[in-house]
């Protein structure tokens, strides 16, 4: 049973920077599509950065590229980790922020408004606020 477990979320001022964290458990020896979706309210969910756990390179949305930055770590042989260093946020970037994770099947979602119906598995989201 794959679970996602987001931390890192808070409030900060414009400007600054936090690094969000995707702990999963759960994950086969399989590689996996994982990306980050972000939802501000009365706003549709928008992919905001994607990655295969196997050796995929990082792809983001033009709204945060340059700014924001994935890694991971796989050293734990029971848990992966997924992170999304944010930098220089705005108001703009407040939202609730998920990660998401599929089996691989060949090629990851993009990240357009209907990859995040691609994502079998969900974390319960953090927050992020970004005051002016």
């Known amino acids: 049973q794959v679970q996602l477990v987001e931390s890192g979320g808070g409030s900060v001022q414009a400007g600054r920077s936090l690094r969000l964290s995707c702990v999963a458990s759960?994950?086969?020896?399989?590689?996996?599509?994982m990306a980050w979706f972000r939802q501000a309210p009365g706003k549709e969910r928008e992919g905001v950065a994607g990655?295969?756990?196997?050796?995929?390179?990082?792809?983001?949305?033009d709204s945060v590229t340059g700014r924001f930055t994935i890694s991971e770590d796989n050293t734990d042989n029971t848990l992966y980790a997924l992170y999304l260093q944010m930098n220089s946020l705005q108001p703009e970037d407040t939202a609730i922020y998920y990660c998401?994770?599929?089996?691989?099947?060949?090629?990851?979602?993009?990240?357009?408004?209907?990859?995040?119906?691609?994502?079998?598995?969900w974390g319960q989201g953090t927050q992020v606020t970004v005051s002016s």
């Open positions: 759960g994950f086969s020896d399989r590689g996996y599509c």
């Open positions: 998401a994770a599929k089996l691989y099947g060949g090629t990851c979602p993009s990240l357009g408004r209907v990859s995040q119906f691609e994502y079998d598995y």
């Open positions: 990655f295969y756990t196997q050796g995929g390179t990082p792809y983001y949305a």
